[in-house]
């Protein structure tokens, strides 16, 4: 078990796992060291995004929040290497939207990943998704109330097993960065689950078990009467 000796022996650098022949290495440090990057999620999340998609090989993705495609492209180089599935990125932000734009014609994930400039709340959204979603990663809006509608939306695009990622569900600082002091993503994810846990389960990574404090939550989808 871990102690907190060990969580200064351990370190607290992940070892990314998507350092792989699909992405071209020198693009992924430009966009690792852009000075638009910040804000990108952790490589422990990546590491986790990656290796499921690989494990699961789904067929529909949508990320919600993009940003500059950090974990866009290593998604989209997931379905690369799987050869099969397609990532809906969405990002309203003109100017991140250009460079997630940029970044994914320049890895040639045009073929696995679309970008949309638009919220996740534009109706437009169901015509790109036209059957239940397989993985969604929810990384957006971190007040309360917007987390819960993004949360409450992915619920009904989910299929039956799949599963919702979100960043941003650390204790405390999810609260930290609720505009509206409402606990933020974390406790908009307790309030959903709390009310909807016959079809819906959900793990949180916590930190300093997981080793970053913006933490991560694992939702899943399913009949649990069977
Ligand atoms: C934390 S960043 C996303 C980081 C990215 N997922 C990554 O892993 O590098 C949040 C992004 O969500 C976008 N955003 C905010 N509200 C949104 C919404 N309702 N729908 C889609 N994107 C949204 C913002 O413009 C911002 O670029």
Redesign the pocket.
């Known amino acids: 078990m871990l102690t907190p000796n060990d969580y200064l022996a351990r370190g607290w650098e992940v070892v990314p796992c998507f350092l792989v022949n699909d992405l071209d290495k020198d693009l992924f440090m430009q966009i690792e060291n852009h000075p638009e990057s910040p804000?990108?999620?952790s490589w422990g999340?990546?590491n986790i995004l990656y290796s499921f998609i690989l494990s699961m090989r789904p067929k529909l993705i949508l990320?919600?929040?993009?940003?500059?495609?950090?974990?866009s492209i290593i998604m989209g180089t997931a379905l690369k290497s799987n050869k099969f599935g397609t990532l809906y990125a969405?990002?309203?932000?003109e100017h991140?939207f250009k460079l997630l734009c940029h970044f994914i014609h320049q890895a040639n994930l045009d073929d696995y990943v679309k970008s949309l400039k638009i919220?996740?709340?534009d109706p437009s959204l169901r015509n790109y998704l036209v059957e239940p979603v397989d993985f969604i990663?929810l990384?957006?809006?971190h007040s309360y109330s917007?987390a819960l509608a993004?949360i409450r939306l992915s619920a009904e695009l989910l299929s039956e097993n799949g599963i919702l990622f979100l960043?941003?569900v650390g204790y405390p600082e999810s609260s930290e960065m609720c505009s509206e002091g409402k606990g933020g993503v974390r406790q908009a994810l307790k309030d959903f689950i709390s009310v909807n846990s016959d079809c819906f389960k959900c793990i949180f990574l916590e930190h300093p078990f997981w080793l970053n404090p913006c933490g991560m939550a694992i939702v899943c989808r399913q009949n649990y009467s069977k």
């Open positions: 804000g990108k999620s999340t990546r990320e919600i929040g993009a940003h500059i495609g950090s974990a969405l990002e309203p932000q991140y919220f996740s709340t990663f990384d957006a809006n917007s993004d960043d941003d």
